[in-house]
């Protein structure tokens, strides 16, 4: 994996993967959607956002949290509910609500990663997820 794209390609694919894995329904958004999947909640669909990365840089791993080229982009909370940061070399997720997200980067320490199970009943009954 070289390029951005195929790095975001190989994080959606995971992050689809474990939702699956736990009986949660995932699709693929449209083209040009500010958001990567959707999962199927009980009651709701919750959209996701998967940035992704293969290593960490001086101890921890880097996202950005903006969409677009050149010039970057805010998410708005209407893109948004739940953004998956991949730490692909680990194989592990850390799954954060869109309102917990301010700036346009985010640099993890691996402890922050979580495990996925941890996690899953937030797309099972989308507490607190959905405004």
Known sequence: MKSAVEIGAAAESFVSFKLRSFGIGVHAAAPGSPYDLIAEGKNCLLKIQVKGTKKPREGRYHFTTSKGRGHKNRYVADDVDI?????????????????????????????????????????????????
Request: aromatic fraction near 16%; charged fraction near 30%; hydrophobic fraction near 45%.
């Open 83 to 131: 953004f998956a940061f991949v730490a692909l070399d680990i194989e592990k997720v850390y799954l954060a609500p869109f309102a917990t997200i301010t700036g346009k980067t985010l640099k993890l320490a691996l402890k922050k990663f979580h495990c996925f199970d941890e996690k899953k009943e937030w797309f099972k009954n989308c507490h607190g997820l959905k405004r």
